[in-house]
């Protein structure tokens, strides 16, 4: 049998559409090569992982030298160097106050756990988020994710979960336009807390760019707006960084593009290049808010995922790799904006640094989502060596998130290849 075949009989896959019909073999930097010597220009990075490219040279040394040393001792019973010494980075590259870490494995661990620790130290139980956020697989992930395509079958789900518009101008939920909306979205938070809850709010959760829902991005000023309702009502921030962390926007994390600092911040995907780990860092005295008993991962910390995380943020800033993610995000989205005069499927560019969402639609003024070109386009490129991926709410937006360490020849040869599958279903 080979890999697919035995994937068909042994991997469960009857969640997932389908698998790409590509067997991978290895990877370096931008380019992953199948096992048919096949090469690929990677602009999902694995959904969004892989920020400093794939098998970073540091990263891969420093994991190699941590794995002859010791691989696992549980970092919660034993301490474990290069657990504190990514904490202690964690500490200096986080916005604010933000100091204390928890480990975990993946994004929906630290949410979860994030959440957790709100409840805590706020001593209340409810949660608003946003409508077409996602935040994971869990069970209480699950109940705070807006975004039904991810959620259906899977209920009944948590109570003390309430949903916020999300700020998605494209599609505005009050049918207004930004700025002269007056960024209704936001100040929609009163009305959620006064009408939806029963005034015992632990946290509001948000990315600074939704992900999944299509990389929806706020207006600049949305947060500003929501952070002064939340402290009025002395309600935390969980900033859910798990896609935007990591110099994704074109900041070591998103939500310093809008200039407020969370009380919670959860990371997890381009945190070691690869290696699973996942943290959410807080203030020391919301951190200190678990008591015995309360937290515990077996794997959080990992030694090597942690070793593997500190050269992979060490890399990050060494290359400045925020300020030239900004740039190359910049250079993507001016070509794609030229194509979009062309192209009338190209209905929304959107995004920050190499988090690009193209939103396609069958009419500009219908904007009804075109899913199946969607579908077309990304068969198109895949066959023509370029990987980029499909998501939204509706499944219509093309999703643009190659490693931070692309070329500009090789971003060039993206949008050749993008352009070619426009010209076949537009
Ligand atoms: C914003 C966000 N939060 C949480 C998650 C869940 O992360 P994981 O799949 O590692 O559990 C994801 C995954 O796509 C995500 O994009």
Same mark, same amino acid.
């Given at each position: 049998?080979?890999?697919?075949?035995?994937?068909?009989?042994? !991997?469960?896959?009857?969640?997932?559409?389908?698998?790409?019909?590509? !067997?991978?073999?290895?990877?370096?930097?931008?380019?992953?090569?199948?096992?048919?010597?096949?090469?690929?220009?990677?602009?999902?990075?694995?959904?969004?992982?892989?920020?400093?490219?794939?098998?970073?040279?540091?990263?891969?040394?420093?994991?190699?030298?941590?794995?002859?040393?010791? !691989?696992?001792?549980?970092?919660?019973?034993?301490?474990?160097?290069?657990?504190?010494?990514?904490?202690?980075?964690?500490?200096?590259?986080?916005?604010?106050?933000?100091?204390?870490?928890?480990?975990?494995?993946?994004?929906?661990?630290?949410? #979860?756990?994030?959440?957790?620790?709100?409840?805590?130290?706020?001593?209340?139980?409810?949660?608003?988020?946003?409508?077409?956020?996602?935040?994971?697989?869990?069970?209480?992930?699950?109940?705070?994710?807006?975004?039904?395509?991810?959620?259906?079958?899977?209920?009944?789900?948590?109570?003390?979960?309430?949903?916020?518009?999300?700020?998605?101008?494209?599609?505005?939920?009050?049918?207004?336009?930004?700025?002269?909306?007056?960024?209704?979205?936001?100040?929609?938070?009163?009305? @959620?807390?006064?009408?939806?809850?029963?005034?015992?709010?632990?946290?509001?959760?948000?990315?600074?760019?939704?992900?999944?829902?299509?990389?929806?991005?706020?207006?600049?000023?949305?947060?500003?707006?929501?952070?002064?309702?939340?402290?009025?009502?002395?309600?935390?921030?969980?900033?859910?960084?798990?896609?935007?962390?990591?110099?994704?926007?074109?900041?070591?994390?998103? @939500?310093?593009?809008?200039?407020?600092?969370?009380?919670?911040?959860?990371?997890?995907?381009?945190?070691?290049?690869?290696?699973?780990?996942?943290?959410?860092?807080?203030?020391?005295? !919301?951190?200190?808010?678990?008591?015995?008993?309360?937290?515990?991962?077996?794997?959080?910390?990992?030694?090597?995922?942690?070793?593997?995380?500190?050269?992979?943020?060490?890399?990050?800033?060494?290359?400045?790799?925020?300020?030239?993610?900004?740039?190359?995000?910049?250079?993507?989205?001016?070509?794609?904006?030229?194509?979009?005069?062309?192209?009338?499927?190209?209905?929304?560019?959107?995004?920050?640094?190499?988090? @690009?969402?193209?939103?396609?639609?069958?009419?500009?003024?219908?904007?009804?989502?075109?899913?199946?070109?969607?579908?077309?386009?990304?068969? @198109?490129?895949?066959?023509?060596?370029?990987?980029?991926?499909?998501?939204?709410?509706?499944?219509?937006?093309?999703?643009?998130?190659?490693?931070?360490?692309?070329?500009? #020849?090789?971003?060039?040869?993206?949008?050749?290849?993008?352009?070619?599958?426009?010209?076949?279903?537009?």
């Amino acid at each position: 049998m080979n890999t697919i075949e035995k994937y068909k009989k042994y !991997v469960n896959i009857s969640m997932v559409e389908k698998v790409q019909p590509v !067997v991978i073999e290895k990877a370096h930097g931008v380019l992953v090569t199948d096992t048919n010597g096949k090469e690929y220009i990677d602009c999902f990075s694995g959904i969004a992982v892989v920020n400093a490219g794939h098998c970073n040279e540091k990263v891969i040394e420093a994991a190699k030298a941590q794995m002859d040393k010791l !691989v696992h001792c549980c970092s919660y019973v034993y301490y474990s160097k290069p657990t504190a010494d990514l904490a202690e980075k964690l500490a200096q590259v986080t916005p604010g106050k933000l100091t204390k870490s928890f480990f975990g494995n993946g994004g929906a661990e630290a949410i #979860e756990g994030a959440l957790r620790l709100a409840k805590q130290f706020t001593g209340r139980t409810e949660f608003i988020s946003l409508q077409a956020s996602f935040h994971g697989r869990s069970y209480a992930t699950l109940s705070i994710t807006g975004f039904s395509g991810r959620k259906k079958r899977g209920g009944p789900y948590m109570t003390g979960c309430s949903f916020l518009p999300a700020p998605y101008c494209y599609r505005c939920f009050f049918e207004l336009e930004y700025p002269r909306c007056n960024l209704r979205c936001a100040k929609a938070l009163e009305d @959620i807390i006064l009408y939806n809850t029963y005034g015992n709010v632990a946290c509001f959760i948000a990315e600074p760019i939704l992900g999944e829902g299509g990389i929806i991005t706020p207006p600049d000023d949305y947060f500003l707006e929501i952070e002064k309702i939340l402290k009025r009502r002395e309600i935390l921030f969980l900033a859910d960084e798990v896609q935007t962390g990591f110099c994704r926007t074109g900041r070591m994390f998103g @939500i310093e593009h809008y200039g407020v600092e969370p009380d919670i911040l959860a990371v997890a995907k381009g945190i070691a290049d690869g290696f699973p780990l996942s943290a959410f860092i807080a203030r020391e005295e !919301v951190a200190d808010s678990f008591k015995p008993g309360d937290h515990l991962s077996t794997f959080g910390g990992n030694p090597v995922s942690c070793a593997a995380a500190l050269a992979n943020i060490e890399f990050l800033e060494e290359q400045n790799l925020a300020q030239k993610t900004l740039e190359k995000g910049n250079f993507l989205k001016a070509r794609l904006e030229s194509l979009k005069t062309k192209y009338k499927i190209m209905g929304e560019i959107r995004g920050k640094g190499l988090m @690009i969402g193209i939103e396609l639609v069958r009419g500009p003024i219908s904007k009804d989502p075109a899913q199946t070109e969607g579908k077309k386009i990304q068969e @198109i490129c895949l066959e023509k060596g370029l990987l980029i991926g499909l998501g939204g709410i509706y499944g219509n937006v093309l999703r643009i998130q190659p490693p931070l360490v692309i070329s500009q #020849e090789q971003m060039e040869e993206a949008i050749k290849i993008l352009e070619l599958a426009f010209s076949k279903v537009d």
